[in-house]
């Protein structure tokens, strides 16, 4: 089989759809549950999960770099890096509430171009790779098209840690759109790939939270970048906001850098 992006797409979709089985098993069963040092929690099931997908990944791409959540990095230097997040939304996960997810980027020269976002428990799959549009469950997704901050519906990811952190930033968020909720993980940003939602705000992310997101959004006609309007990659300060359009995502920048 030829090494071309479509068919790289469809080896990981079969890699994170077995992957999936693995978090799922574990779903409703009882949890050991430790704490990492940053005081975030980590189980069994993001282990094994992203054991799975790493070894799969080296099976298929030898040559690859990996950069995950639970483990150490391989081959940073590599021109392609595979970014794992096996259970986006742990502390979702052991809650018991069903919209955890996987994430899975593919980094080429430092820019996301292929991105899988799977949540297990709702039995959907968003993929996407550069110049071959975004799907949910294989059928075609695009954004909203709003470009009105004032008919907006807005989700504020973190909301508490923006309120801890940036008051003013959040007091400007909970008036702003027509529709706001608070929220959490890459379930919101998969909303606006798929026109359900126009726009998120995120904070405090690593880049196996958002690099998987950048691809699904891009191809599905809406823009994400960090709050000042940069370039996702593994640099960015964790600050993130995806939008339906341009002119809303120019919207949400102003309102974001007010001060």
């Not at 901050?149 to 959040?170: C, H, K």
Request: proline letters at 5%; one cysteine or more; hydrophobic letters at 40%.
């Amino acid at each position: 089989m030829p090494d071309t992006l479509d068919t790289r797409l469809e080896t990981v979709l079969g890699i994170t759809e077995d992957a999936s089985r693995i978090s799922l098993a574990h779903f409703e069963g009882a949890l050991h549950i430790d704490t990492k040092d940053d005081a975030s929690p980590v189980t069994i099931a993001d282990q094994e999960t992203e054991q799975y997908i790493r070894s799969k990944l080296e099976a298929a791409f030898p040559e690859d770099g990996i950069f995950g959540e639970e483990f150490d990095n391989l081959r940073l230097d590599s021109a392609t890096i595979w970014v794992i997040d096996p259970i986006d939304g742990t502390r979702s996960f052991i809650a018991g509430v069903p919209l955890f997810g996987m994430l899975l980027a593919m980094v080429q020269d430092g820019s996301p171009v292929l991105g899988i976002c799977r949540l297990p428990a709702l039995g959907q799959v968003f993929s996407a790779a550069k110049g071959m549009g975004a799907t949910r469950n294989g059928a075609a997704i695009r954004t909203s098209g709003q470009t009105k901050l004032r008919d907006a519906m807005l989700f504020i990811n973190e909301g508490e840690n923006i309120y801890a952190n940036e008051p003013d930033v959040f007091d400007r968020l909970t008036k702003a759109g027509k529709l706001r909720r608070l929220s959490y993980d890459c379930q919101p940003h998969a909303l606006v790939a798929s026109g359900q939602i126009d726009a998120v705000v995120d904070y405090n992310l690593k880049p196996y939270d958002y690099l998987a997101m950048v691809p699904i959004i891009e191809e599905a006609g809406g823009v994400i970048t960090d709050w000042h309007g940069a370039t996702l990659d593994f640099n960015s300060d964790g600050r993130v906001v995806s939008a339906a359009t341009p002119e809303l995502h120019a919207e949400l920048l102003t309102l974001l850098n007010a001060d």
